[in-house]
Nanobody
Framework: QVQMVESGGGLVQPGGSLRLSCAASGIIFSANTMAWYRQAPWKQRELVAVISRGGGTDYGDFVKGRFTISRDNAKDMVYLEMNSLKPEDTALYYC????????WGQGTQVTVSS
């Protein structure tokens, strides 16, 4: 059974930082490109960052220079380090495979507000 379990979200002030974690199970993790997605209220889900099997990364223009995606194939984990957070980063964040997502997890809420 495929399962993605995201954690690490919370309430943070503008300019602050958070580190999200995702535990993946039910897939051959090391064989998959992984990604972080987010969905803000009343908006479609969007792709935030991608990390390939070999560790190559790509980011949405709106997070370049602020967010860093990484993975640990030994632990089947993917991470998202988020710095210089802005109110517009407020969203429910999900991890999943890319480009063909598996069943979605519950996500972890990130709220950036003063």
């Amino acid at each position: 059974q495929v399962q993605m379990v995201e954690s690490g979200g919370g309430l943070v002030q503008p300019g602050g930082s958070l580190r999200l974690s995702c535990a993946a199970s039910g897939i051959i993790f090391s064989a998959n490109t992984m990604a972080w997605y987010r969905q803000a209220p009343w908006k479609q889900r969007e792709l935030v960052a991608v990390i390939s099997r070999g560790g190559g990364t790509d980011y949405g223009d709106f997070v370049k220079g602020r967010f860093t995606i990484s993975r640990d194939n030994a632990k089947d984990m993917v991470y998202l380090e988020m710095n210089s957070l802005k109110p517009e980063d407020t969203a429910l964040y999900y991890c999943n495979t890319h480009p063909r997502p598996m069943p979605w997890g519950q996500g972890t809420q990130v709220t950036v507000s003063s």
